[in-house]
């Protein structure tokens, strides 16, 4: 009932730089906690970078000082700003979602993932 669409994936070199975008749709009423994830061949998904309505923010030690994770409230849209980055950033990145549904239910979404490839 919570659809998450990312864009903004793609390829660049080494020390380059690319934002990603999230947009969340459906029956919701609110969102708590939005974030991103990766996952890279043969690894484990892990947290890159996570934001809570009110603005806090978390960052996976390995990207801290480059990567900024901001969000919408009123768009229910997420962006990451990746600066720096390396060939160790190579991943599909995952948007992620929880909150409340128009029926008050809880939800927790993820999007389909959109591949980040850095060259060097």
């Known amino acids: 009932q919570v659809q998450l669409v990312e864009s903004g994936g793609g390829s660049v070199q080494d020390g380059g730089s690319l934002r990603l975008s999230c947009a969340a749709s459906?029956?919701?009423?609110?969102?708590?906690?939005m974030g991103w994830y990766r996952q890279a061949p043969g690894k484990q998904r892990e947290l890159v970078a996570d934001i809570t309505r009110g603005g806090s923010t978390s960052y996976a030690d390995s990207v801290k000082g480059r990567f900024t994770i901001s969000r919408d409230n009123a768009k229910n849209t997420v962006s990451l700003h990746m600066n720096s980055l390396t060939p160790e950033d190579t991943a599909v990145y995952y948007c992620?979602?929880?909150?409340?549904?128009?029926?008050?239910?809880?939800?927790?979404?993820w999007g389909q993932g959109t591949q980040v490839t850095v060259s060097s």
């Open positions: 992620n979602a929880d909150g409340r549904l128009l029926s008050l239910r809880s939800f927790a979404s």
């Open positions: 459906g029956s919701i009423f609110s969102i708590n906690t």
